[in-house]
């Protein structure tokens, strides 16, 4: 935070999580969401300054990380509700993730093997 403060002050990092450290806030989840958009966006400028090549790599990035915001969200309300079917809903939608950020990983790896026209 910008006046210095922490989201959790050593005194009060008790209960700790296993590894001893402070739980983190619940806003800040895993990376997926921060990842996503970052490589989307790598993509993208890649695609416009480099190899257009990777434009259908990009597209399945951007579409993951539109997946990934809707799962946090899910995950934050079944925190919120205790209710287990967003984590069901939740669960669905990483599995799709897996699958489209799969497939990208494919079609990315094969330029590698290509010869740019």
């Not at 001893?20 to 997926?32: D, I, L, N, V, Y």
């Not at 921060?34 to 416009?48: H, P, S």
């Amino acid at each position: 935070m910008s006046d210095g403060s922490y989201w959790c002050a050593p005194a009060s990092c008790a209960p700790a999580t296993r590894s001893g450290a402070c739980p983190r806030p619940p806003e800040a989840g895993t990376g997926g969401v921060l990842f996503g958009n970052l490589y989307r966006d790598f993509l993208a400028e890649c695609t416009e300054w480099l190899d257009s090549r990777l434009r259908p790599g990009h597209t399945l990035y951007s579409e993951a990380a539109g997946l990934w915001t809707d799962t946090a969200a899910l995950i934050a309300k079944a925190g919120e509700t205790g209710d287990e079917q967003c984590l069901a809903q939740a669960g669905s939608i990483f599995a799709g993730i897996a699958r489209i950020e799969r497939k990208a990983m494919r079609v990315l790896t094969r330029l590698g093997s290509e010869t740019p026209a």
